[in-house]
């Protein structure tokens, strides 16, 4: 961006010219969309950042949502000014107006990089939630600090060389009208052949090298920052489900969960001889009637229990003699001497 400042005192345009928001969609952007977006986002983001700052559990994906929180912040704070000159108060500001002119496409072009930045984080977290569904155990290893520099330094000094033609795209002129009163810019794209300010209709002539370094850039930055990102993470995503959905119906999986039924239907078990015992040992019952129904109930009322369980638990429990190895539970031996119940021969 080539900024000249050039003066026609004795020219005044109209207001209408002047104004930055000069559509009305793009003014109710600017004066209602963007201030509730910038606080919800400063205030979500800050608090994003400080919690995974502050992961006492501390992962890679973690350490790179943080920097992804990292570059909304920053992209919310340069676009910052941009809502500040649809503010007709603020945007008549001298010393603003000056200096949002001179820095709008600085400003615009740190945005495009936070931006790309963002991009290329989430879809290295996408890339690193992959490899943990396709390997658990990697979501216990934790990269080293060299590492981690190294990867997103990477991935900034990338970005932001991907989207550095931003800063000189255009080539802009300041001009002064009506005695200094009225700043307007007026901006031509350096990549083509254009007039060099409002008035000297002298023509710029930019070099073949230019012209091939802004297309290409331009085309590059449209693949690589927009489009191959979002492929790739959708793709990814896919591939996280299929990845899930093969991991559920393996071997090895199904073997775990016929062990967790199998120890659910021993503690269905002991919880209802638990409860046979209960009622057996009622208040009104004696001691001596205690005795000499104990092992009637090991013959009876344990069989009862084993046949009114469905036939699949019942060909796991394979209970001969009925279930007297859950009197060694702690809880139930605990019960027993409360309640006084003799012991089962």
């Not at 073949?208 to 850039?217: A, P």
């Not at 659910?264 to 005795?291: E, I, P």
Request: net charge positive; hydrophobic share 45%; glycine share 2%.
């Amino acid at each position: 961006m080539k900024t000249q400042v050039c003066i026609h005192r004795s020219v005044c345009v109209s207001s209408n010219i002047t104004v930055f928001a000069w559509s009305p969609t793009n003014k109710f952007i600017w004066q209602y969309v963007f201030p509730l977006q910038f606080v919800l986002g400063i205030l979500g983001n800050s608090l994003n950042l400080w919690v995974l700052a502050s992961d006492e559990v501390p992962n890679i994906a973690s350490d790179m949502l943080a920097a992804v929180s990292f570059c909304d912040l920053a992209f919310l704070l340069v676009m910052l000014p941009h809502c500040l000159a649809a503010f007709d108060s603020i945007a008549y500001d001298g010393t603003f107006r000056y200096f949002y002119l001179n820095t709008k496409q600085h400003m615009s072009a740190v945005a495009n990089w936070m931006s790309a930045a963002a991009i290329w984080l989430i879809l290295a977290v996408s890339i690193e939630r992959y490899l943990i569904v396709r390997s658990p155990l990697r979501a216990k290893l934790y990269w080293q600090r060299g590492k981690m520099v190294v990867v997103l330094s990477s991935i900034f000094v990338t970005t932001g060389l991907l989207t550095v033609y931003h800063h000189f795209e255009w080539d802009c002129v300041i001009e002064e009208f009506c005695n200094g009163t009225q700043l307007l810019d007026f901006c031509y794209y350096s990549g083509m052949r254009h007039q060099k300010t409002y008035r000297n209709k002298a023509w710029v002539t930019p070099s073949n090298v230019k012209k091939v370094y802004l297309r290409f850039s331009t085309f590059l930055n449209a693949i690589l920052v927009v489009f191959a990102p979002i492929v790739l993470v959708i793709l990814l995503n896919i591939l996280m489900i299929r990845q899930l959905k093969i991991n559920w119906t393996s071997p090895r999986l199904e073997s775990m969960r016929g062990t967790m039924n199998r120890s659910q239907v021993v503690c269905r078990k002991s919880s209802l001889k638990l409860t046979s015992y209960k009622m057996y040992s009622s208040d009104n019952v004696n001691d001596s009637r205690k005795a000499a129904s104990a092992n009637d109930w090991s013959t009876t009322s344990a069989q009862t229990l084993v046949t009114d369980l469905p036939l699949s638990e019942q060909s796991v429990l394979d209970v001969d003699p009925p279930l007297h190895f859950l009197e060694e539970t702690v809880e139930f031996r605990w019960w027993k001497k409360r309640h006084h119940v003799p012991r089962v021969p």
